[in-house]
């Protein structure tokens, strides 16, 4: 086979081991003004030529994700989205070059009650399950992938929700974070982003129980396993991979996470992961 190297295209005729790579999106593959890195793209596409089993695996939103699907060159596969809410099959075969295989709804009334009366002044935005993104305030994101219908507070609760966002102007990360916590919040699964943002899923579901489900479904040994990320929701998934890498940026509750920090975003850090990889099972 051929591969992508540092220095070139090399010719490698013996079988190597094929890892399932999960890779989180903003603050891994992509900066946080939303650029991709020359460094980060070639050894995403040298890691994807290799074949290697690449999943993104993101909090965005499917229509968000699908552009980062495409630099990469990823053309079969699977992905997961919504912080594990939707995963995606990718097949170039298919008209649209994939389709949904599973949504993870739930009912965000309770959740919209209770922080509705904690929160008062935040924004909300809502992924049904039909994959259209209901929203307040004129809330929107490039995260949704898609522009967000304005709906009243009541038109939302009545909704089947994969994905529920929040968004506060009113506090710090930190300081959102802690009366969350203290909302008591039941039935849903949650985290507390850069900003004072919360992202809401069905109960359970994290980026790590999607991919757990993959893994099982392709195969893959536990051991075989490696996942990239920077955010408090990529927690659970390098706790699960077989080796979890922390960006250099993330929050000190991420790197204790991990089984290992790598640089920061700015600095390559996913591509110095990459490319220690290929050389080590490519030599």
Request: aromatic share 6%.
């Amino acid at each position: 086979m051929t591969v992508m190297t540092r220095t070139g295209i090399e010719d490698r005729s013996e079988e190597t081991q094929k890892y399932m790579i999960c890779l989180d999106v903003d603050g891994t593959l992509v900066n946080h003004d939303g650029a991709m890195s020359r460094a980060v793209k070639d050894s995403a596409r040298a890691i994807v030529a290799a074949g290697h089993e690449v999943v993104i695996s993101t909090g965005r939103s499917l229509g968000a994700t699908l552009p980062v699907i495409r630099m990469l060159g990823i053309e079969n596969g699977y992905a997961v989205c919504c912080n594990g809410g939707v995963t995606v099959r990718l097949d170039a075969r298919l008209e649209e070059g994939y389709e949904v295989v599973e949504r993870r709804t739930f009912d965000p009334a309770p959740a919209l009650h209770a922080l509705r009366k904690a929160l008062p002044t935040a924004k909300y935005a809502l992924e049904d399950d039909q994959g259209r993104f209901l929203s307040t305030e004129r809330f929107q994101d490039a995260s949704f992938g898609v522009v967000a219908n304005p709906v009243t507070h009541d038109e939302m609760l009545e909704a089947t929700a994969v994905r529920l966002v929040v968004f506060s102007t009113d506090a710090t990360a930190e300081e959102f974070g802690e009366a969350v916590s203290v909302m008591g919040l039941a039935g849903v699964t949650y985290s507390v982003g850069w900003t004072a943002w919360l992202d809401i899923a069905a109960e359970g579901v994290t980026k790590a129980s999607g991919l757990e489900v993959l893994r099982g479904k392709l195969g893959h040994d536990l051991e075989a396993t490696i996942a990239v990320g920077d955010g408090r929701n990529d927690i659970e998934m390098l706790t699960w991979a077989g080796r979890g890498v922390a960006m250099g940026q993330a929050p000190d509750e991420v790197k204790a996470s991990a089984d290992e920090v790598t640089h920061g975003v700015d600095e390559d850090g996913l591509a110095t992961v990459l490319w220690g990889l290929l050389e080590s099972t490519e030599s």
